[in-house]
């Protein structure tokens, strides 16, 4: 019952943009968009929700098209501890229960 | 910044003991999960609980697993005979509110091993 479609794997360089896409074509009016990260089996870390604006906060930009199915998270200048696997996930507004597919994962190199 | 801590880092049991998991969650935070990930696998939902009682559960919280807050501070997971197959992290989290306009904080996990 997958929501969300993502690349399995990403290579980027240190200090570019990373953009990460996520596909959610069966998205609802009532569900937002979510990202996390898990850098090597550390708790998931929250990085960035939104509904259908764009958001920006101090780790990352998140870009909602119009239609709502599909969305970039965006990582203007990778680090090395950047390096995680990236998980978007769709999440309705009367539930909380985060569903976790297999995500992203994300490699900076030097 | 505030954080949920999770002791111990690791527990190693004999499988059919019991184990407790502790959690600290952040101290204003009114909703508290449990997750867990077996090794190389997702990380999968297990339970949620709010003003003193289970909210959610899912289908891998079974008889053997339950959990409580003892105290007004730590939220514990609690499995009371022990199987391989509970080998796995588990991750406590805790948000403010339940809804979609938090994000919830995950601590930084159990590693249970059961031998």
């Known amino acids: 019952d997958a929501k969300t479609t993502q690349p399995p794997s990403m290579d980027c360089a240190e200090g570019r943009a990373a953009n990460l896409p996520c596909n959610h074509s069966?998205?609802?009016?009532?569900?937002?968009v979510y990202w996390y990260r898990q850098i090597h089996s550390q708790g998931p870390q929250y990085i960035i929700h939104?509904?259908?604006n764009n958001e920006t906060n101090e780790m990352a930009s998140l870009i909602i098209t119009e239609d709502r199915k599909s969305s970039t998270l965006i990582l203007p200048h990778a680090t090395l501890r950047d390096t995680a696997v990236y998980y978007c996930i769709v999440l309705h507004i009367n539930d909380y229960k985060l569903s976790f597919g297999a995500g992203t994962t994300v490699t900076v190199r030097a | 910044e505030p954080e949920v801590t999770q002791t111990p880092s690791h527990q190693v049991t004999q499988m059919g003991q019991e184990v407790i998991l502790r959690c600290v969650p952040i101290s204003n935070h009114l909703y508290f999960y449990w997750y867990r990930q077996i090794l190389g696998q997702k990380v999968e939902f297990l339970v949620s609980?709010?003003?003193?009682?289970?909210?959610?559960k899912s289908e891998i919280f079974d008889d053997q697993f339950s959990v409580e807050r003892p105290d007004g501070s730590n939220f514990t997971l609690k499995i009371r005979s022990t199987k391989l197959e509970d080998s796995a992290m588990y991750f406590c989290?805790?948000?403010?509110?339940?809804?979609?306009?938090?994000?919830?904080?995950f601590g930084s996990g159990t590693r249970l091993t059961v031998v």
């Open positions: 989290a805790s948000s403010e509110e339940r809804g979609q306009d938090y994000g919830y904080t």
């Open positions: 069966t998205i609802s009016g009532n569900e937002y």
């Open positions: 609980f709010y003003n003193n009682e289970i909210s959610e």
């Open positions: 939104g509904l259908k």
